[in-house]
């Protein structure tokens, strides 16, 4: 049997039998050193997966987690809400809108989807459920708009995939800006579409005397990505001491600020983030022995091989990248895609002469996608328990903001200057 074969079958049984990503890759791996009676490899494992963490810029992953939990204990979520609601809570359908805008915006403080939609959701639940929102399309807002939040920077996924591609870290953030706002801006006019006809909600009157308090009270948690942002493109420090700035700064606004971060509630904050950060670097130690069998068997290059001699333009080589990242999301969370896939369809699609900015903005935009679709669908399940929904229910219910969400894809497949204007515009980008 081929050997790429081999290891593909032996890690989708793995998976489907419930198997975590991060074990199903290294059993993968070991497979492989098990059928060619080559155990003594082994040996070298430790060694590849030291190389595979030892890397400065992987360590903004963990930083940035346990900023975003700061943040979210903290409860920057209520202001930001506030504020969405304060600027579009007029609009018919607007607490539907808040929800979107508002994600969009702790989106850029915490770069993590579930965070997102777990810290807007409990805020805007229970008020969507007073205006008459049903609850399955309340949840279906939050579940689409979470993943809004590993777009706009600072973004988990974003570092991660510029850690594998060995690209920018601070290009691909701010390239992240654009299909952010995108995304937005499609699901906004759905939400309205689907208020008006539905007639969910009821507009209030606009207040610029309530949205400049908002504004105000919101200022600490818009400051964070100007901090990060500000700091990496003036060259103040790179994206990895951006993520331990931010650390410190989401520690003092919610210990001094706001006050909902305590010394008591402080040892729990930092335990979640060191089990998530754990199980992230899990999957990396895991994908650094299989990319070593990958590499070992030639497989980058069998692959390169087989979609150049089936694809042979741009947008055929795009499109087969977004439908096979829509069907790994279903799968697998989006981290682990990125270190398992993209350094075998990054190098394919340089070859096809793609800029790899764009490239790794729309693979990042894609598995955002995969966020809200089963089997594995973590904001899904987030937008469920928060809006107590049966899952059933909610699947029902995300179905149009999947298509809506395909849409917005595709535009951003069309036209890449949605990505790439900002850094051609504030970097100089010319790739």
């Known amino acids: 049997m081929n050997m790429g074969l081999w290891l593909l079958i032996c890690f989708v049984v793995l998976t489907f039998m419930g198997m975590p990503i991060g074990a199903s890759i290294g059993l993968t791996a070991f497979s492989y050193f098990m059928i060619n009676n080559e155990m003594f490899f082994m040996l070298a494992m430790p060694q590849r997966i030291f190389a595979g963490l030892n890397s400065f810029e992987l360590l903004a992953v963990p930083m940035f987690i346990l900023a975003g939990d700061l943040l979210y204990a903290g409860k920057v979520s209520k202001t930001l809400v506030d504020l969405a609601n304060a600027l579009i809570g007029h609009v018919k359908g607007g607490m539907g809108m808040v929800a979107t805008v508002a994600c969009m915006f702790f989106g850029a403080v915490s770069g993590s989807g579930p965070a997102t939609s777990a810290a807007v959701g409990a805020v805007v639940a229970p008020e969507m459920e007073e205006l008459g929102y049903p609850n399955s399309f309340t949840a279906a807002v939050i579940a689409s708009a979470g993943p809004i939040g590993v777009l706009i920077p600072p973004s988990i ?32 006019l759905y939400i309205y579409y689907a208020s008006v ?9 606009f207040s610029p005397k309530a949205a400049l308090i908002a504004f105000k009270n919101a200022l600490w948690a818009l400051l964070t990505p100007i901090i990060i942002l500000g700091g990496i493109y003036s060259g103040f420090f790179t994206p990895t001491e951006a993520a331990v700035v931010t650390v410190f700064y989401a520690l003092i606004v919610g210990m001094f600020v706001y006050k909902a971060v305590t010394p008591k509630t402080l040892p729990t904050i930092l335990l979640n983030s060191a089990v998530t950060s754990a199980s992230i670097m899990f999957i990396v130690a895991a994908i650094a022995c299989l990319s070593w069998v990958m590499t070992r068997e030639l497989i ?3 692959v390169a091989t087989l979609v150049r001699n089936n694809v042979s333009t741009q947008v055929g080589f795009l499109l087969l990248t977004n439908v096979v990242l829509i069907f790994a999301g279903m799968v697998a969370n989006g981290s682990s895609i990125i270190l398992l896939m993209a350094p075998l369809l990054h190098p394919v699609a340089m070859e096809f002469g793609i800029d790899p900015i764009f490239y790794g903005t729309m693979f990042v935009a894609n598995l955002a996608i995969g966020m809200v679709t089963p089997p594995v669908a973590v904001t ?23 298509f809506v969400l395909m849409a917005a894809l595709f535009t951003l497949m069309m036209f890449p200057e949605i990505a790439l204007f900002l850094p051609r515009v504030l970097l100089g980008y010319g790739g």
């Open 380 to 402: 899904l399940y987030v937008a469920a328990r928060v809006c107590k929904v049966p899952i059933v229910a909610i699947t029902r219910a995300v179905v149009p903001f999947f």
């Open 300 to 302: 980058h290059a069998q």
């Open 157 to 188: 996924m974003m570092v991660v995939y510029g850690v594998v591609a060995n690209l920018s870290i601070a290009t691909l953030l701010l390239a992240g800006v654009g299909p952010g706002l995108l995304y937005t801006l499609f699901l906004c």
């Open 197 to 205: 006809k539905n007639n969910y909600g009821v507009v209030s009157k």
